[in-house]
């Protein structure tokens, strides 16, 4: 599979959490959170198809996409490319970048001790 380009990610992501939708519902839940037409919607959808990114179920008159691409693969591809080309393949640089760019709560700094200890018990 391609790399999802920003917008596919943005549908692939809506997609992921609707489980199955049609270019209407996927562009109304867009229209919430940017400024986009429903041809660009359409467009990008069925690009999205030809690259093998979104199965499309053409047996109704509205076509209605799913995902073919798995949530977790993708995210870890793509985390995978960040730290190769934006950190020198450094999962270190990374962390230490994220968590200072966003003050993590307390809760998500509980999450990061577990996982990390989890990891530690791991070896």
């Not at 391609?2 to 209407?24: D, G, H, Q, Y």
């Not at 519902?25 to 400024?35: S, T």
Request: cysteine-free.
């Amino acid at each position: 599979m391609s790399k999802p380009t920003e917008s596919e990610l943005e549908i692939l992501s809506l997609l992921w959490e609707m489980k199955e939708a049609s270019v209407r519902q996927v562009h109304e839940r867009l229209a919430e959170i940017k400024d986009t037409g429903y041809t660009t919607t359409l467009k990008t959808m069925q690009n999205m198809h030809a690259k093998g990114m979104v199965h499309r179920n053409e047996e109704q008159r509205t076509h209605v996409y799913r995902p073919i691409t798995n949530q977790k693969e993708t995210q870890k591809s793509l985390l995978k490319n960040l730290v190769t080309t934006a950190f020198g393949g450094s999962a270190q640089k990374l962390v230490l970048q994220a968590l200072g760019a966003e003050k993590p709560s307390k809760e998500e700094l509980d999450e990061i001790r577990a996982f990390l200890d989890q990891l530690e018990n791991q070896k």
